[in-house]
């Protein structure tokens, strides 16, 4: 196994004209499950490819543990089959005339590996992803989600030292992939292998991850546990990023009333919290971004200071809970309900959870409390 370090990573299009990648630096730790987060575009599966041999960056260092295997400028730059490094992307790819087993063996045999080696890992891999029974068959004969596994399985047999996957769960529907998904990380966790992943989707980067690079425009947004970067998004489009549905927003002016510290907004008054104080006295008089996530409203009996008033514009039943959707003005925010309540109509007043309230410059939308 490996652990993965790029030093100021930059890739171009177009004689520099087209910044794909700006000098992006980050340190995968081995072992760790690593993805990589964002909308299309971003350069997410661009950086993979630098880490896997397919893409040559046009400046920066990629190690592998001590291993240098990629510098342009010091003319280092190692081939893909050379890495050990094993890859599975959106689309299968297995060879239409090979049976599963044969699939799964082929890397193995161009490798010399034993034949009984090959057997064996073979039937290993298979038992750990429910494929046992497949074995013999071709792809032709497989559902989708079989031959995603048997993708995954041809990929991770070959004892690599990375596990690379370009958003491998794409073409799954929603129950296999939510199945599939867990069958991954135990695979992972199990077998100790350093795994970059990438994708768009926040669910599986929450779910999965244990480190995730959020990327936007070719830079690193933020980087952490799923927790820092939900708990903790370093501006708006980190806190709009991550989470479902996504957070609500509210331009409010910060005023002091008798001593007193509140967020104005045209339709309803808020009190900052005594530990948000001290970071926005700066901005007294002036507009910021007051972000609240649906699941961090509260209902309550009554109006008034401290509340939040919308009217209901629709409803959504997810079964265990509710999305209340409430004009806020001509602004449509929210609501996720967990009680016990099972219709709602007319007015609902809405209290923020203190303690999870998110503030951001209105100019440049990072994050102003801690």
């Known amino acids: 196994m490996a652990s993965i370090t790029i030093k100021d990573m930059t890739v171009s299009y177009n004689k520099g004209k087209t910044l794909v990648l700006d000098n992006l630096s980050l340190k995968v730790e081995d072992g760790e499950f690593c993805v990589f987060l964002g909308?299309?575009?971003?350069?997410?599966?661009t950086a993979m490819h630098c880490i896997?041999?397919?893409?040559?960056?046009?400046?920066?260092?990629?190690?592998?543990?001590?291993?240098?295997?990629?510098?342009?400028?010091k003319g280092v730059f190692e081939q893909p089959q050379e890495r050990n490094i094993a890859m599975v992307f959106q689309e299968y790819a297995l060879y239409p005339h090979m049976t599963v087993r044969q699939n799964m063996s082929f890397a193995l045999e161009t490798m010399k590996t034993p034949k009984d080696e090959i057997a064996r890992r073979v039937e290993a891999m298979a038992d750990m992803l429910a494929i046992t029974p497949l074995l013999d068959r071709r792809p032709a004969q497989l559902s989708g989600g079989q031959r995603q596994r048997v993708a995954l399985g041809r990929a991770m047999v070959r004892d690599a030292n990375v596990f690379m996957l370009d958003e491998p769960l794409g073409n799954l529907d929603a129950k296999l992939r939510e199945q599939v998904r867990y069958e991954l990380k135990k695979i992972q966790r199990k077998l100790g292998i350093t795994t970059v992943y990438v994708t768009h989707d926040q669910t599986e980067a929450m779910t999965m991850a244990d480190h995730i690079v959020l990327m936007n425009g070719g830079h690193i947004v933020q980087e952490g546990t799923p927790s820092d970067l939900y708990d903790h998004p370093v501006n708006l489009f980190a806190a709009i990023f991550l989470g479902t549905p996504k957070i609500n927003q509210f331009d409010c002016v910060v005023t002091k009333k008798n001593g007193a510290w509140f967020f104005e907004h045209e339709y309803f008054t808020l009190p900052v919290p005594q530990d948000m104080v001290e970071c926005v006295k700066p901005y007294e008089g002036k507009v910021i971004i007051l972000g609240i996530r649906p699941s961090d409203l509260?209902?309550?009996?009554?109006?008034g200071e401290g509340c939040i008033t919308g009217v209901v514009d629709g409803v959504e039943p997810l079964g265990e809970a509710y999305l209340v959707y409430l004009k806020v003005g001509e602004q449509v925010i929210v609501f996720k309900y967990n009680g016990e309540q099972d219709s709602f109509s007319g007015q609902l007043n809405l209290r923020p959870n203190a303690a999870k309230i998110h503030l951001f410059d209105k100019d440049t939308e990072n994050r102003i409390n801690a």
């Open 52 to 73: 896997a041999g397919l893409l040559k960056p046009q400046g920066g260092e990629i190690y592998f543990g001590d291993k240098l295997v990629t510098a342009p400028r």
């Open 39 to 45: 909308p299309s575009g971003c350069g997410k599966t």
């Open 298 to 303: 509260v209902l309550v009996e009554g109006s």
